[in-house]
């Protein structure tokens, strides 16, 4: 098979990945005096600056891959398993550089953040970058709407495991290594507030969703097992968020709620359509 013109554009974005994660954890290894004293390496900012650019750089060349597959099998990165990763690596990463650049004292989340992309990644490297069929369904403006509000969720679930991670890691001996960055009170506050950005925009998703399914298949649901996947994935995202705003959580239950959010939208994206025998299936 002849090498798919993405696919060097792709690796190159990868590549560029892996040097900001790289640099990430290098730069939250914790560096001590001689007495024992921990200290601020000088080199900090030019290694957050290093993972921000190299970041910008992985987004820059996964938009090139995608632009050209989109001009080589004439259709955007919505069909294949191979297209989805391709397309949830540059939308997780672009909300996450904007987090990155704009919350200097949460860019410790990186070395949560990176690793959870290179699943991805990792993935999508082994798939047979294939051309895909369009589904004539796939021609509605609704899809973008219901992309578009997708990705948001996700992206803010994602950060939300960031935050989540860090305040776990502090209950290890890894402790001091997110000692710059602010209180685990702080950050599990911080969490549930995207918690909640999260499910203002998986609502939106369902409702986009169910709006397109009305023009594409005749109906606004059919609790399918992606679309009852999807539901009961809003209805967990109310509940604990309900939960938080009731109880006194302690921090690494509701960072273990949170992390649940991520792994069950995970799950339903790349899980269900295998198993669904509904209108959805195939598009993996």
């Given at each position: 098979m002849a090498l798919a013109a993405e696919l060097p554009w792709l690796w190159g974005s990868l590549l560029a990945l892996a040097l900001a994660t790289g640099a990430a954890i290098w730069g939250m290894i914790p560096r001590y005096s001689g007495d024992g004293v921990l200290i601020e390496p000088p080199?900090?900012?030019?290694?957050?600056?290093?993972?921000?650019?190299?970041?910008?750089?992985?987004?820059?060349?996964?938009?090139?891959?995608?632009?050209?597959?989109?001009?080589?099998?004439?259709?955007?990165?919505?069909?294949s398993?191979?297209?989805?990763?391709?397309s949830q690596i540059w939308s997780l990463s672009i909300f996450y550089a904007v987090i990155y650049w704009r919350a200097p004292s949460l860019r410790g989340t990186s070395v949560i953040v990176f690793p959870a992309l290179w699943v991805l990644g990792s993935w999508v490297l082994i798939l047979d970058p294939v051309a895909s069929f369009y589904p004539t369904t796939y021609y509605n403006n609704w899809k973008?709407?219901?992309?578009?509000f997708g990705k948001i969720f996700l992206g803010a679930a994602l950060?939300?495991?960031?935050?989540a991670g860090i305040v776990l890691l502090r209950q290890t001996?890894?402790?001091?290594?997110?000692?710059?960055?602010?209180?685990?009170?702080?950050?599990?506050?911080?969490?549930?507030?995207?918690?909640?950005?999260a499910l203002i925009f998986d609502s939106l998703m369902?409702?986009?969703?169910?709006?397109?399914?009305?023009?594409?298949?005749?109906?606004?649901?059919?609790?399918?097992?992606?679309?009852?996947?999807?539901?009961?994935?809003?209805?967990?995202?109310?509940?604990?968020?309900?939960?938080?705003m009731t109880y006194?959580?302690?921090l690494p239950i509701g960072a273990w709620l949170v992390i649940g959010v991520f792994v069950f939208a995970f799950?339903?994206?790349?899980?269900?359509?295998?198993?669904?025998?509904?209108?959805?299936?195939?598009?993996v």
């Open positions: 080199s900090t900012n030019r290694i957050e600056s290093l993972v921000l650019w190299s970041l910008l750089l992985s987004i820059v060349l996964m938009t090139i891959a995608m632009g050209v597959r989109w001009d080589r099998v004439g259709n955007g990165p919505f069909v398993l191979f297209e989805l990763l391709m973008w709407a219901h992309v578009i950060f939300g495991v960031g935050l001996r890894f402790a001091s290594v997110f000692s710059r960055m602010p209180s685990s009170e702080v950050l599990d506050h911080i969490a549930w507030r995207f918690m909640m950005l369902l409702i986009a969703g169910a709006v397109w399914a009305q023009d594409a298949w005749g109906r606004y649901w059919q609790w399918d097992e992606l679309e009852t996947s999807s539901f009961l994935n809003w209805l967990y995202l109310g509940a604990i968020i309900h939960l938080r006194r959580i302690p799950l339903t994206y790349f899980g269900a359509p295998y198993f669904s025998a509904s209108a959805h299936k195939g598009v």
